[in-house]
């Protein structure tokens, strides 16, 4: 990960020093349950003391190219042989990395399902701020009705509430596995299997061929890329709002922040724009996790170089975007003045209300009446001359309850953010 995107707490977890670290996590669990099921002697004690020693595992490794070797070497040697001989027993070096992999992906969601809760809430609380301010809602890219802008905020609360569920849901489902070469048991048994993902709080995954199925890692990226959609969405919405000529929304501009080297005027969206680009490079990664189920009979590792980037960099760029997109939402300012023109003067769209309301009433067809009202509509430079226009064609527009949009849209406004707070349980 470059550091401008860098994300410590993320980056912390797929260090090389923290990787050898999970790496025990699983060694211990497993000479627990070995000794448990009284598979070995009492050794477990030795290794107390024996920690982490990179240089001393690039030293080794330079002679044995096998990374998990190199590190069970720079263990063993810190303890007396009649232990040290039962590191690493029975098991095959799958066991041991896919085993830890699954630790550190579970370790970043975490975080990440920490930064979505973030952004989630930092909409929810903008959405609310918004509730009563009414807006043109766009459909085709034009006009179409009149809503409340807290409704934009609240399609994204929706959408990362779903995300979440979604990654949630996989977190708990995080499989490792400690059967041996080609997944058969030599040496190893599934009780001790059972016990070694026990104690690591990981389910046994049903059937490893040596590796944890690649599709498990597929699933993930697909997950990563929704994520990364529901983020660029929001991107988008923003963008198309701050432009010059809508200027309903303004990003946070700071004192002393510049949005151009040549033209002092310029207010650009760029937190919205870097997400944008971003999320682009997460939905990449999923192409290549597809490509990495695609593994020869029981196993191979042609997967392994792809994952030691991808899935470090997926992580650290969504909580990465997760966070600008919380704080980019926080600080942006909407421009009421502008949104609360542009419903008044453009009255007309709310014709389908007015359509609707005058129906009941009408002495003539559905399509007599819509075209009445698309003509007046088409005509008129204003709100005044909207109705006037309604007038002259015979409609009793006197008779309905036109005072605000706030009058004609408050109580569907307030049963959808009623729903919308019951159904994901916001507060």
Known sequence: MIPRYEVSEISSIWTEDKKFSYFMQVEMALLNALEDTKMIPKVSDKFQKAGINLPRIHEIEATVHHDVIAFCSSITEQVEA???KFFHYGCTSSDVIDTALSLQIRDSLEIEIKSLRELQDALWQKALGAKHLYTLGRSHGMFAEPMSFGFKFLSYVSEFSRRLEDLENFKNTLTGQMSGAVGNYTILTPEVEAKVLKALNLKVEP?????????????????QAGVADALERLAIEIRHLHRSDVNEVIEGFKPGQKG????????NPIASENISGLARVIRSHEIIAR????????RDISHSSAERMWLPDSFGLTVYALRRAAKMIRDLHL???????RVQNEFATASSYILHKLLPT??????ELYAHIQAAS??????DEFIKGLESRG???KSLPLHSVKDMYEAQTEAVFKRIKETYKLT
């Open 395 to 397: 409609l009793a527009i």
């Open 378 to 383: 088409f005509e008129a430079k204003s709100r």
């Open 82 to 84: 009649s232990a040290g």
């Open 207 to 223: 059937l490893s061929t040596q590796v944890i199925p690649r599709d498990r890692h597929a699933t993930l990226a697909a997950l």
């Open 291 to 298: 490509e990495n189920t695609l593994l020869w009979h029981e």
């Open 362 to 367: 009408y002495n003539g067809t559905r399509e």
């Open 335 to 341: 421009n009421e003045e502008k949104i609360t023109f």
């Open 260 to 267: 151009s080297s040549t033209m002092p005027h310029k207010k």
